[in-house]
């Protein structure tokens, strides 16, 4: 009975040259513990994006209804420009958006002192959801160099695309 091509360790029956290079050992404990890590903080930066998202829209719906209602009660665009940081033009936009709000009879102080604090919050969710993103993008690189996913398997655990996993990560050297 002939031989049949690649059940034999032998050379090639057809003399076609076969591989037989050994895949460098790795310990799969290792690698398994090393991914089940990755993936595990990948899905837990995914979720606190998540969660710092909404609140970065709940207080950005808030303080744009304090805004307009500021505006409302008299409050110049220059001033709440100056307090919230935004530009006079997005003041204005905002303040438009918001058609049936009546003068609430809040002075002047307590519309400045609301509008401040509210812009603070914001802005230390922004700092925080800024926080999650370079952590989840450190997580990328090292799963990515540790072979741990590949990019359609990072694309999957983060909520992103693969072209932007390729094009942010595009530099960064991976193991052979």
Do not use: F, W
Not at 28 to 38: C, D, N, S
Not at 51 to 72: V, W
């Amino acid at each position: 009975m002939p031989a049949q091509s690649g059940s034999l360790p032998g050379p090639s029956t057809t003399g076609r040259y076969t591989y037989r290079a050994k895949v460098p050992a790795r310990s799969q404990t290792v690698a398994k513990g090393e991914r089940a890590k990755l993936t595990h903080a990948l899905a837990t930066h995914r979720q606190l994006l998540s969660h710092a998202s909404s609140a970065i829209r709940t207080l950005t719906a808030a303080r744009n209804e304090m805004i307009a209602q500021a505006l409302e009660d008299g409050l110049t665009l220059a001033t709440i420009s100056a307090v919230t940081g935004e530009n006079i033009r997005a003041v204005r936009t905002i303040g438009l958006a918001y058609d049936d709000l009546h003068p609430s009879g809040l002075t002047r102080g307590a519309h400045v002192d609301g509008l401040r604090a509210k812009s603070e919050q914001l802005k230390a969710a922004e700092r925080h959801r800024d926080r999650i993103v370079n952590q989840r993008e450190a997580l990328i690189v090292t799963a990515l160099r540790t072979q741990a996913c590949d990019d359609l398997e990072l694309a999957s655990l983060t909520g992103l695309t693969p072209e932007h996993i390729r094009r942010s990560t595009r530099g960064i050297a991976r193991s052979a």
